[in-house]
Structures are given as C-alpha cells and as structure tokens.
C-alpha cells in the first residue's frame, strides 16, 4: 500500500508537475455523498485524497472543517463507518491512494494496531494524525511498516531541527508541510516564505517528497506552491465548496473544482496508475529492523505515569516549548519568586484556615476545617496561578493574554492580573457560560477584558479551552496563553499546579501550628481540571496517612449521560493535548457533559489527577447537583459562608466522609471559591433540585400583605 503512495509521487516527478492532494470529512455533508465525492475528485484528476476521520474536538483545524466534523458525527459517521466508506469507495472505482487523516484518541480508542489492520483492508493506504508527537509517532509507525502502511509525518514552520531529522527518517512516503501558523482554512494569501521553509525541511529530509498545505484554494496558489513543493494539499476550500453544493450535485462540483485547479492536465486513467509501474525515486531511508527512537529533554518530566505528555498540532509544539523554557527560567530564578511572593499581600495570602464548629457539630464526626480560597482577591484560588503566569508572560516579552474560564473566576483573575501589570487581555468563554455567569463576564469587562462567547459544541469550558489553543497557535509571537487549570500539554499541569501548590503549603504549616504538629486526617477538594485539588493535594502526596478525596460533579447522576464525573466514570484517551481519563464514547468521541457548577463541566481532567487515580493515592467520588446544593446550603446557613457551587461538591463530600470518622479526627476542606457568582444559576435550578434536598427559598408574603 505504501509503494503506491511511492509509485504517484515518482509518476508526478517523471511528469514534471506537483501531485495535488485534496481533503473531504467522511460523511460530509452526507454518508451518501462521500463516495460520489471521492469518485469526483479522481475524474477530476487528483492524484492523493485524504479522508478525514471526523473527531469532536479538532484543535488544529478552523470552522470551516470544525463544521464538517461536527455534521459528519451528527450523521452517525464512526471509525468503522469510515472504513466502509473506503471499501466502498474501492469496489466503486476509486484506485487513487487514500490516506485517512485525523486525531489519534478515536484511533487508539479502536486500537491501533486494529486500526491499521483494518484500515488496509478496506482499501487505504496510510495514515496522518494530527496530534500524535515524534515518540509516539515512532511507534505507530512501526505498527504501519508492519502492515505495508505508510505514515506521512506532518512538520510545521516552527519545527525544530532535531524534530525534522526524526520526522524525515520515519517518513516513507512523503512528508506533509504545513505552510503557516495557525489552523486549517482557506485564505486569499499565500505564505511568502514556502521556498525558505520547504528547502530548509529538505536539509533533514533529502529527496523524501514535500506536499504543502493551509491556505491553498486557487489555481495560482497551487502553482505558487508548486514551484516550491512536489504536491499541494487542498483542504478547506473543497469542503466549503461540495457544502454550498445541491444534494446529488456535489460529486460533479469536486470534479469541476479539481478541473480549475489543475488546468490543462489530463487526469489520470487506472492503466496509467497502477498497472504500468513507476519506479519509485523517493530514496527508502527506513532502516530493516525499526530502531529509530526519540525522547526531547525536559527539566520536569512531562509525564504522570502513563498520563500527561503533549498531544498536539506539530504548529502548537512551538509554543508550548517556548513556554516550557520561561517557565523553568523563572522558577529556577530567585528573583521570580521574590517577585511573586511579593504580590501575596495583594492576593491576601496567606488565606486563612478555621475549623469549622457549627458544621462539625452537625456532622456529629471527625473536626472540620476550612481552607479559604474564597477570600483571595478576585474571590478564588485562580488568583495564583494567573498572577505567577502573567509574570512569566512579561518575561517572555508577550504584550497580549489570552485565557479560557467556565465559571469565570480563572477569567476574572487573568484580566484582574492583567490590569495590574497593562497587559491587553481576552477571555474565551463558552456561551451558556456566559449567560449563567453574567456577573463574572461584566466583572471582566469592568477590569478591561474582551470576553469571545464561544458558540461551538456545548458552548462550555471544553469548548472555550479549544478555541483558546487555536487562537494562541495563529498568535504565538504576541500572544501568551494562561491556561487555568492544570490539564492540557506538557508543561500547563506542573506549571499550573507549581504554582496553586501554595494553597497545600500553606494548609500544612497552619494546621501544625494550630494543632501541635499533626496533618490532617483528610484533606477534601472539588475536582474538575484539577487546579485547586492539585495545588491542596500535592505538598500531601507523601504523607501516607493523610486521605486525599477528590469530589467531582456528577450532574443528574452517574446513572445518566448528563454529569462530569471524568475520573468516576471516565477512561483513558488524549484530549486537549494531554493522555488523562477522559468522558468518551465507544467511538473516542467526547462526550457532552453538565454540572450545575460551570468550572466543573469538563470531560477531562488533569494527568496528575489521572495518575493518582491510577496509583490509588487519591479517592475520587462524585456529588450530584442537589447534593451539591446542599453542600451550598449547610454551609451557608452553619457557617454564614456562601461557597461557590464548585466548592460545594467538596463540601458534600467532606460532610459524608467527616460522618463517618471519630470525633477526635480531622478534615480540611478547599473552599476553592465564593458563591456570590452563583446565586442567580441557585435561583434557576432550585425549583428543581430544592425538593430532593428539602429546600425551599420562595419568598413567603407578608403579614398583611395583598394578593
């Protein structure tokens, strides 16, 4: 399979043209019409198609093929489904190579090896995957050498060289060069700089055959390419192109569309293609026995177990190195942290740490205390963490910061740091987030923030966070993103939990002095990326005798599909760049989540997290809504403390738990946030969740007052 991807490339040399190389989404913008497109395309006259496996959550790509994935999916498109598709496509008459192309969590949630298997049987011919890093990379390409499959690696302008020289040693085909920064979309321009960057791949990467994409829509780009490439790739366009198109019309749009980018050239027949052999030119670097390895040099270990590492777009790898090294700068700098600790009388810190006498009583168990984040500056831990990133920022020389939030607090405290320190700030956050936290939105454009209602998927925190890493990805030299949670890429978990760990710092040496040097019993933390209960937990994962409870949100209820419960009900997969326990289905899609608490509905969670999970050092357990509400409530109305509806999860949890042990043990609870930006969302669903729980705040009438 491999050697027909080798035979086009040298077919198109000998002829003295490019291969053009054209993208659709299976299943877009019907099941049915995918054959039919694929059949036009090859009478058109293309010489390579990618078909696109759709994924829920494509980081690297634009709107245009974020909507094909999304309509692809709404129309039953699995994995399986693609590889009927390509069977099909082979007994209909397309003989062109297929390369399937998309994300690696629904592939390694098939099976990789399976995958390959499978996908040679119907009829492919190799793979692209977005978001699967050189060392992983290196595997999965062994698993294809097996199967007569062809890996194309894809490299990007701001890979490295080290990055390249193993790219090009593993690539057997050819090697798919993404012309610009950014994600996937067609535009009026052309990168000026495509001869520069192609001969500078070729440096690393000898005769291997170069095909460019991103941008590419007309002929005269194809030409500009070409002068600098052995193939063009067109993604974007088609797709826009067979979707403006009439039902039963659009195999014949794919052809007219091919036919105007190629011109005069005639396409190719099946004898030209396959039956009369070409030789191939590409010199074969794979070695006979596959020994290549690679392992980049970190100074923190990107990886939790099995969990963490970086899972992304090769674009994003930039990025995220460059983040690495000013984050292991300024840590390693003394200055840093003079710097940061400086700002603690700012944030309030420390927070203060109190038992909590009337909760204890109620509970009739073990001491309750109360760690309070709440009382920070900006009302959160969030604080923390962004104040520490916006310096790291200055120090990177970035003017611009960009941030996700659901609940808001993360927003609130990066335009909060912003504002103190000039930098310009904007804040992704998902629509029905913004509107069931209106007060926390108009706090951040009070403070000077630009808040983007991001209207895609379930308009949550997951989907604010994807439009965060594709924003940041077209804007890296001006733009630093402050991730608020300790998930996502390598080195976002340890740096965001380096920096919360303050709040477990503090917890311990307070509670010593407090109690003639003894821990804590247990320690209590919401879980929802996993920022405030890694900051609580970390400074504790030692101290065996210490129980570490992370309470999740579990909606509606485990037994239902509306709850976000990742680590209770979740299973391992990557996701926003990270190997962690993910909310997917049997297909590796994400699933959709709720939590009444905006900061908790997310279908992932920190890899830290995930490990501890795996290892057993920490319990995980899930509060619903209304046991959440009531966390709300008795806390409240016990210690005249309104928590944040994150919070109260904790809350819940720590009162069931604290029931259960002697009266001379303890419990500390992370009030990770305040409630005040979570009345109106109580008022909402409280005639609800308020009878399963005995509450009821209807206002009564007056005496003497009239109907």
């Not at 195999?251 to 030789?279: M, N, Q, R």
């Not at 599909?561 to 680590?567: C, D, G, N, P, V």
């Not at 009900?569 to 997917?584: D, E, N, R, S």
Request: proline share 5%.
């Amino acid at each position: 399979m491999t050697s027909l991807l080798k035979e086009t490339f040298a077919k198109c040399k000998e002829e003295g043209r490019n291969a053009l190389i054209t993208f659709i989404t299976a299943g877009y913008p019907t099941i049915e019409d995918t054959v039919p497109i694929l059949l036009g395309m090859q009478e058109g006259g293309v010489d390579v198609i990618e078909l696109g496996i759709p994924f829920s959550d494509p980081i690297a790509d634009g709107p245009t093929i974020q909507a094909a994935n999304t309509l692809a999916l709404s129309n039953g498109v699995t994995v399986g489904k693609c590889l009927e598709l390509v069977k099909l496509a082979r007994s209909k008459g397309v003989f062109v190579p297929i390369i399937l192309m998309g994300y690696y969590n629904p592939i390694l949630r098939f099976g990789e090896q399976e995958m390959i298997k499978e996908s040679k049987a119907a009829g492919a011919n190799g793979f692209i995957v977005v978001d699967l890093p050189p060392e992983e990379a290196v595997k999965f390409r062994g698993f294809c050498i097996a199967n007569d499959m062809s890996y194309v690696p894809l490299v990007a302008p701001s890979t490295t060289d080290d990055r390249l020289e193993l790219l090009g040693e593993i690539a057997d085909s050819f090697i798919y060069v993404v012309s610009r920064m950014g994600t996937t979309g067609a535009t009026g321009t052309i990168n000026d700089s495509i001869s520069s960057l192609t001969s500078r791949v070729r440096k690393f990467t000898g005769n291997t055959p170069l095909a460019v994409g991103f941008g590419v829509s007309t002929r005269e780009h194809f030409l500009t390419v070409g002068a600098a490439a052995d193939g063009v790739v067109i993604g974007s366009k088609i797709v826009t192109i067979i979707g403006e198109s009439a039902p039963g019309e659009r195999g014949k749009a794919a052809t007219a569309y091919v036919k105007s980018i190629l011109g005069e050239h005639p396409p190719f027949s099946k004898h030209d293609s396959i039956s009369t052999p070409i030789p191939a030119t590409v010199p074969h670097r794979q070695k006979d026995k596959d020994t290549t390895v690679f392992e980049e040099k970190h100074k923190y270990n990107p990886r939790f177990g099995q969990f963490g590492g970086q899972y992304v777009p090769e674009a994003l790898h930039a990025c995220l190195a460059e983040l690495e090294k000013g984050f292991e700068d300024a840590v390693a700098d003394p200055k840093f942290w003079e710097e940061f600790r400086s700002l603690y009388s700012y944030i309030g810190r420390p927070s203060s740490l109190h038992k909590a006498e009337r909760l204890t009583e109620h509970c009739g168990g073990a001491q309750i205390w109360l760690k309070r984040e709440d009382l920070n500056h900006t009302g959160s831990h969030k604080i923390n963490n962004a104040l520490a990133q916006v310096l790291i920022a200055r120090r990177l020389g970035k003017k611009k910061i960009i941030a996700e939030t659901g609940a808001g607090q993360h927003g609130v405290a990066t335009a909060t740091a912003c504002a103190k320190f000039g930098l310009e700030c904007t804040v992704f956050m998902g629509a029905e987030d913004v509107r069931r936290q209106a007060l926390n939105v108009f706090r951040m454009k009070i403070l000077g923030a630009t808040v983007i209602a991001v209207t895609n998927g379930t308009q949550t925190l997951r989907d604010a966070t994807s439009e965060a890493f594709r924003f940041w990805v077209s804007n890296l030299k001006t733009t630093h993103y402050v991730v608020g949670s300790a998930i996502g890429p390598h080195p976002y978990p340890t740096l965001v939990r380096t920096f919360q760990s303050v709040i477990g710092n503090e917890t311990k040496e307070q509670f010593q002095k407090l109690n003639d040097g003894k821990l804590p019993d247990a320690i209590v933390a919401c879980v929802g990326g996993g920022s405030n209960s890694s900051g609580m937990f970390s400074p504790f994962e030692n101290d065996l005798s210490v129980k570490l409870l992370g309470v999740e949100a579990g909606g509606d209820g485990l037994n239902t599909e509306r709850h976000s419960a990742t680590l209770t009900a979740g299973i391992p997969g990557v996701f926003h760049g990270v190997k962690t326990y993910v909310l997917q289905d049997t297909d590796g899609q994400v699933h959709d989540t709720h939590s009444v608490s905006a900061g908790l509905d997310y279908p992932g969670v920190g890899p830290e997290l995930a490990y501890w999970k795996a290892s057993g050092r920490v319990q995980f357990i899930a509060a619903t809504d209304a046991e959440a509400l009531e966390g709300f409530r008795l806390l409240s109305q016990l210690e005249g403390i309104i928590p944040a509806l994150e919070s109260s999860h904790a809350v819940f949890g720590a009162v069931e738990l604290a029931k259960t042990m002697p009266k001379d043990k303890t419990v500390v609870i992370t009030i990770s946030g305040r409630g005040d930006k979570d009345v109106q969302s109580v008022a909402e669903v409280l005639p609800r969740l308020g009878p399963q729980i005995g509450w009821d705040l209807r206002f009564e009438q007056m005496p003497g007052q009239k109907n």
